[in-house]
């Protein structure tokens, strides 16, 4: 059983801390990559029809 993280939005593995989007208060966000969330929102709005 494979228990790797994956981005809920664009599917990259989050291996790394570094990986990881982050809040608004800076902390990290396990759910999204840094490519597709900082500053506690997405980043590219090409992303934004999933929600
Ligand atoms: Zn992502």
Request: aromatic share 10%; net charge negative; hydrophobic share 30%.
């Amino acid at each position: 059983m494979q228990c790797k993280v994956l981005c809920q939005s664009c599917g990259m593995p989050l291996e790394m801390t570094e990986d990881l989007g982050k809040n608004m208060d800076s902390s990290r966000n396990d759910e999204y990559c840094v490519y597709c969330y900082q500053n506690g929102g997405f980043i590219c709005t090409h992303l934004l029809f999933i929600q």
